[in-house]
């Protein structure tokens, strides 16, 4: 089976360009209309497609996690239920930007933290499922949200490759459209703990499964390096202003930054080639004024048999390459040469003229 993902309209295989998602989570701040404008930014930076992440507060956390006392810079309420609910958007906040975003022509799906989340996104009948790097050990959620049918995402940080495979080994029966994507689930990131490699363990490992990056780097050319080792699906975290309160806003991307990963991922693509080496049209102009080729030293009569010293190696690059010396030395002027004159099999013989 080939290592091909269908989300929406998109064809995502090897040889395509990279699915780029802008991952807004809760860098909306609650605000339905800072969402509207952060689809807007996305779009115009030329992203594939946002994301959003659900949560069914009362469900997901205990009572005591609920209730636990969330007090600083970032919080938006006197406990971590409290600020969670603050961030959470329901059902027509999601049907609204479902529809804007259907309007700029953009893909919306979300992140799944739990079963009455996966319910309420099935019903919005979104393109994909998102599932985070907490619930790659939930196999339980992950067979269910497999069961919907729909392309799965899922992160795989803070994972050991066994945790991996048993998660592949749960979607992959039921739903053969997984992307894998390597992920460190530290915010942000450090370079050295990237491990960027695994990619390509994955692609080895799991020959049927695309694999993609979650990148939570503070930048935009670990993307890239991911896109080469073969990494299809790059998701990166994105705010209007970093500035803003929140404990993603720092090192998410703002609308620049974007634009120039969207831009440099699309280069990539074209930048690879196709293995084959060969010179390019664009080359000649350049590669005539900078290569070389054989002419006279000085004036040279005719029946002169060649010498080193008669021979220079001069620009333009217009005449017999220079590789062909060897095959010029003891060569006989069939005529007289002047000096800079281009040499030639046509003007150089095995003897004297005739």
């Known amino acids: 089976m080939a290592r091909e993902l269908t989300i929406g309209p998109c064809r995502i295989s090897d040889e395509s360009d990279c699915f780029v998602i802008a991952e ?28 959003l992440q659900k949560r069914d507060n009362r469900a997901l956390y205990t009572r005591a996690m609920y209730d636990m ?39 919306m799906f979300a992140t799944a933290f739990d079963f009455p989340s996966a319910d309420f996104l099935a019903k919005l009948d979104v393109p994909a499922f998102k599932i985070a790097s907490g619930d790659l050990t939930n196999t339980p959620l992950l067979k269910y949200v497999a069961e919907m049918g729909k392309p799965m995402l899922v992160s ?3 994972a050991h490759m066994e945790d991996v495979e048993r998660a592949s080994e749960t979607i992959m029966p039921v739903n053969a459209q997984l992307c894998l994507m390597q992920c460190t689930a530290s915010y942000p990131v450090e370079p050295e703990e990237m491990n960027l490699r695994v990619i390509a363990s994955y692609r080895e490992r799991l020959p049927d499964v695309t694999v993609g990056l979650s990148d939570h780097q503070n930048g935009i050319a670990m993307a890239l390096v991911g896109y080469l080792l073969g990494a299809r699906v790059i998701e990166k975290h994105f705010t209007l202003n970093r500035a803003w309160k929140g404990t993603d806003q720092a090192f998410s991307l703002e609308p620049i930054g974007m634009r120039k990963l969207v831009r440099d991922l699309r280069r990539a ?17 350049p590669l005539y004024k900078m290569g070389k080729k054989l002419v006279a ?4 009569p005719v029946d ?17 390459p220079p590789y062909e010396l060897v095959n010029v030395i003891g060569k006989v002027t069939l005529r007289p040469l ?7 099999f046509e003007v150089l013989g095995d003897g004297p003229a005739s």
């Open 69 to 107: 006392p969330y007090d600083n810079e970032s919080s938006y309420g006197p406990t971590y239920g409290a600020h969670r609910e603050a961030l959470e958007f329901g059902w027509d906040e999601y049907v609204a930007l479902r529809e804007y975003a259907g309007e700029l022509g953009l893909m």
């Open 24 to 51: 807004i989570g809760h860098n909306h701040q609650g605000s339905l209309e800072k969402a509207r404008e952060m689809f807007r930014a996305a779009r115009e930076c030329g992203v594939s497609a946002v994301k």
């Open 269 to 285: 693509r074209a930048a690879l080639g196709d293995g084959m080496k060969r010179p390019f049209p664009s080359e000649g102009r």
């Open 304 to 320: 002169h048999v060649l010498r080193s010293e008669d021979i220079a190696i001069k620009s333009p690059n217009d005449g017999l």
């Open 338 to 344: 002047a000096e800079d004159e281009n040499l030639s």
């Open 156 to 158: 795989t940080g803070g």
């Open 297 to 300: 030293a000085r004036d040279l």
